[in-house]
């Protein structure tokens, strides 16, 4: 009986989100408490429990070349006092990171000369307060951020950091999307009109924006085709998977590097441009900036680490009996890679250069299937575990909420999932 009452109760919630698909779902995670601050007064005081009556308050900038121990021997503190509130900020602030154009304040008890407190912004959201008085102490406070649920819809047009920027959205999306969808989605050949929908969790400090969290759940859509994430912990881990549970993680990634332009194909007959002789190009070449990390599509062991006339610096890993890739024209390595490491997928092997035979920076990217070389662009990876049968039942009530998001019509699917896991059947009822 209680196993029905469970599903009737998702039904209904079912049932209730068709109906008002425009509302948004509840937050899956409590949100903290907010302490907004703008650097009145009485804010600090609140802020670092100092006395609220009795104090005015003196804005500054720190200067080019200014340190600790100068700003407030310019206020007339003493030497021995700095020494002493140095000895007690060693476990908790860095006095030699004050930086120049960041902004402090000065609390000054009634007419006195000398401050009592120097508050310090160490950066958007981090204080550092520095007591002056009798009592030496120093004490360091992180503004806590809102977290609130945005949904962002974009169609491509130029690219998606920018057509999201151009949209009044967070760019910092992209970065999530793109490790979303990593497997599954060629961000290096987005086409006009691909279209991009996700829920994400935003950071807010005074009702701003500062930061993207996590991505909650997103689509990608080209023509009539859409792809589908949702993220879920299974076995202590988040991932990514699609509606039926199967994990977006393929055994690669679809690209070595995050942001960049394919310059050059692959091709049994290109003229090399600096050569001018027509011969095989058996990879992919990925135009980007210089000092661009690069990583390994794949966990694997590197089985060469060289420079060659040709292809520069060069790393070769093998990943298992029937793969192996190749990333040229390296810049430089990783710090410690070596031949015979075992390097874990997305691990950042060397970045982007022009070493070898090479017009510009760029990436030659190269795959072969059991020794035969293969287009990268094109090859298919074999997905990750999917979601278990003990799992797929909570699976399922956890992204229902979400999916109006970016497919509302499958509502009634999903229901008569949950049913089905739950073992049972709308005759039962």
């Not at 408490?33 to 703008?38: H, R």
């Not at 135009?287 to 599509?297: D, E, K, N």
């Not at 390296?330 to 950042?348: I, Y």
């Amino acid at each position: 009986m209680k196993k029905k009452v469970v599903t009737l109760l998702i039904i209904s919630a079912l049932l209730v989100s068709c109906s008002t698909s425009e509302q948004k779902p509840e937050t899956l995670q409590e949100e903290p408490e907010a302490t907004l601050i703008d650097g009145t007064l009485a804010e600090w005081c609140m802020l670092f429990e100092l006395p609220l009556y009795g104090y005015v308050e003196e804005g500054g900038v720190v200067k080019k070349n200014e340190n600790f121990s100068t700003l407030l021997q310019s206020k007339g503190i003493g030497q021995r006092t700095i020494f002493l509130v140095s000895e007690a900020a060693k476990e908790i602030f860095d006095m030699r990171r004050l930086k120049a154009g960041n902004t402090y304040s000065l609390l000054f008890k009634d007419e006195e000369q000398q401050p009592s407190y120097l508050i310090y912004r160490e950066n958007f959201r981090t204080y550092v307060c520095f007591s002056l008085t009798d009592s030496l102490w120093v004490k360091r406070t992180e503004i806590p951020l809102e977290l609130e649920e945005k949904y962002i819809e974009v169609t491509i047009d130029r690219s998606l950091w920018q057509d999201l920027k151009d949209a009044g959205f967070n760019p910092l999306v992209a970065n999530g999307l793109s490790e979303v969808f990593a497997w599954t989605t060629d961000f290096f050949g987005l086409q006009k009109g691909d279209v991009f929908r996700a829920c994400y969790q935003a950071y807010l400090l005074q009702g701003e924006e500062v930061d993207a969290g996590h991505i909650l759940t997103a689509s990608f859509s080209r023509g009539s085709t859409n792809q589908l994430a949702f993220r879920y912990v299974q076995d202590s881990v988040a991932g990514y998977w699609d509606q039926d549970g199967v994990n977006l993680q393929r055994a690669f990634l679809k690209a070595p590097l995050k942001y960049s332009r394919i310059s050059s194909g692959f091709s049994y007959a290109r003229k090399h441009p600096i050569t001018r002789v027509v011969r095989p190009h058996t990879g992919v070449d990925y135009a980007a900036p210089a000092g661009t990390p690069v990583m390994s599509i794949g966990e694997g062991t590197v089985v060469e680490r060289t420079y060659t006339k040709g292809g520069g610096n060069t790393i070769k890993i093998k990943h298992n009996s029937v793969y192996t890739t190749a990333y040229l024209h390296l810049s430089r390595f990783a710090p410690g890679l070596a031949t015979g490491k075992r390097v874990a997928q997305g691990e950042v092997i060397g970045y982007v250069g022009s070493t070898g035979m090479s017009t510009g920076p760029h990436l030659d990217f190269r795959v072969w299937k059991n020794g035969k070389p293969i287009n990268p662009l094109t090859m298919e990876s074999p997905p990750a575990d999917p979601i278990g049968e003990a799992c797929m039942a909570d699976f399922l009530a956890s992204i229902t909420p979400y999916r109006r998001f970016v497919q509302p019509e499958i509502y009634k699917e999903t229901a008569l999932k949950i049913m089905e896991y739950a073992g049972l059947n709308f005759l039962s009822f």
